[in-house]
């Protein structure tokens, strides 16, 4: 399982939503576009009006107002997804030794 690259799918973020996310807020609430995300996806791309790549989200389709939590702003996104387990363990690491 070495070369698995988790399922995800570009979707498109409110323009609020890219606006807050590019300075950095954590996720997106529901709103009419997030709204109709898919509940199928483990991991969603969000993209602005000009389908450029704004972040790489966790899909969390069951909380009643946030449906996506950022997980990285770094481009190229694909290249998160390849090293979310990677950076999860890190994360995990320095949440121990904090």
Same mark, same amino acid.
């Given at each position: 399982m070495a070369n698995y690259?988790?399922?995800f799918r570009r979707v498109p973020l409110? &323009?609020?939503a #890219?606006?807050?996310i590019k300075k950095g807020h954590p996720w997106v609430t529901v709103d009419s576009i997030s709204a109709r995300? &898919? #509940?199928?996806a483990t991991f969603l791309v969000g993209i602005d009006h000009n389908k450029k790549d704004l972040a790489l989200m966790l899909h969390d389709p069951e909380h009643p107002t946030v449906k996506a939590r950022v997980w990285s702003t770094r481009v190229p996104i694909a290249n998160q997804v390849e090293l979310f387990k990677q950076e999860m363990e890190q994360r995990v690491d320095a949440a121990i030794n904090k």
């Open positions: 690259v988790p399922r409110h &323009p609020e #890219s606006k807050q995300y &898919p #509940s199928d």
